[in-house]
Nanobody, 122 residues
């Protein structure tokens, strides 16, 4: 059975960078679209980025364009999310998920990790 584990979260200051990793086991992540989602305290989950399985196309929510970059490392069965110039409003639990569909809509995702906490201090 497939499993996803996120890592790379932590507590940083505004302006710092983090790189989140989404590692899969039990299935080939390269055959799936992968999405990153986040949920801040008291807020609804937000789809922030996804990468397709076919042509490497990527999507970012408008507020993150230019600061976050999603990429694949198929040799490691991993998807990365490079987050630069972090802001306090980026504080959230970040989740990775895999889907047969390239979409930022969370309900289309089948495999989910348990999340990694990102905390950004002013």
């Amino acid at each position: 059975e497939g499993n996803i584990v996120e890592s790379g979260g932590g507590s940083v200051q505004a302006g710092d960078s983090l790189r989140l990793s989404c590692a899969a086991s039990g299935f080939t992540l390269g055959n799936y679209a992968v999405g990153w989602f986040r949920q801040a305290p008291g807020k609804t989950p937000e789809g922030i980025s996804c990468i397709s399985s076919s042509d490497g196309g990527s999507y970012y929510t408008d507020s993150l364009k230019g600061r976050f970059t999603i990429s694949r490392d198929n040799a490691k069965n991993t998807v990365l999310l490079q987050m630069n110039d972090l802001k306090p409003e980026d504080t959230a639990v970040y989740y990775c998920a895999a889907s047969l569909y390239y979409t930022p809509v969370s309900t289309r995702y089948d495999y989910w990790g348990r999340g990694t906490q990102v905390t950004v201090s002013p």
